[in-house]
């Protein structure tokens, strides 16, 4: 299983860029995670595989919304009011199977398949 992100960049502080992680076709709990320069990967945001449960670090919470659309097979971050803190490689996950609808885990041991990360720079 691959999973493939896009949609990152370059962006002035108080942008916003959308992210997405294409195909899953999972019907799993899916993940974002961060790693900025020298620093270990970090938690942003999960969401469940029925779409009805979100978790979010403090950090990106009321900025950063996740999202799924399973027509298109497609998870989405959408990142608003970025923060040059904000600047990181940005990764996609699918969470191990769950029998839970609403499991959205925010632990990294939580989750199997990674993509191979988009970089977010954050800088005027």
């Known amino acids: 299983v691959q999973l493939q992100a896009s949609g990152g960049g370059l962006v002035q502080p108080g942008g916003s860029l959308r992210l997405s992680c294409t195909p899953f076709?999972?019907?799993?709990?899916m993940g974002w995670f961060r790693q900025a320069l020298g620093k270990e990967r970090d938690f942003v945001a999960s969401?469940?595989?029925?779409?009805?449960?979100?978790s979010y670090s403090d950090s990106v919470k009321g900025r950063f919304t996740i999202s799924r659309d399973d027509v298109k097979g497609t998870v989405y971050l959408q990142m608003n009011t970025l923060k040059p803190e904000d600047t990181a490689v940005y990764y996609c996950?699918?969470?191990?199977?769950?029998?839970?609808?609403?499991?959205?885990?925010?632990?990294?041991?939580?989750?199997?398949?990674w993509g191979q990360g988009t970089q977010v720079t954050v800088s005027s």
């Open positions: 996950a699918a969470a191990s199977a769950n029998p839970s609808s609403n499991y959205a885990p925010v632990q990294e041991t939580s989750y199997t398949y």
């Open positions: 076709g999972l019907n799993r709990a």
């Open positions: 969401i469940s595989r029925s779409g009805g449960r979100t």
